[in-house]
């Protein structure tokens, strides 16, 4: 299980992925992503964090980089997984 520390450093990350910078926006939305596998940190572990240290936008983009790498799914598999993320992020 990740470490508190771990999980708000990749949300700190996240939140980079808001800037209106697009090319560091798209760095920072694959970093998360990537760390978030690497460290073992789910969506679901993101969201335990007070809401202050969370970016709503951030977290819709990171949803749909999750659903995109899950290429063994059909469509509507991607589809209600991704309703499914949807309704924990709101």
Do not use: H, N
């Not at 920072?28 to 809401?51: F, H, I, N």
């Amino acid at each position: 299980m990740p470490t508190q520390a771990t999980v708000q450093r990749i949300a700190k990350l996240l939140a980079r992925a808001t800037s209106p910078e697009a090319g560091e926006a798209q760095a920072a939305l694959e970093g998360a992503y990537k760390r978030m596998k690497r460290d073992g940190v789910t969506l679901s572990e993101l969201l335990s964090l007070p809401l202050q240290e969370l970016y709503q936008e951030a977290l819709v983009k990171l949803v749909g980089v999750i659903v995109a790498e899950q290429g063994d799914l059909s469509p509507a598999s991607k589809r209600a997984l991704y309703a499914e993320y949807m309704r924990l992020v709101v």
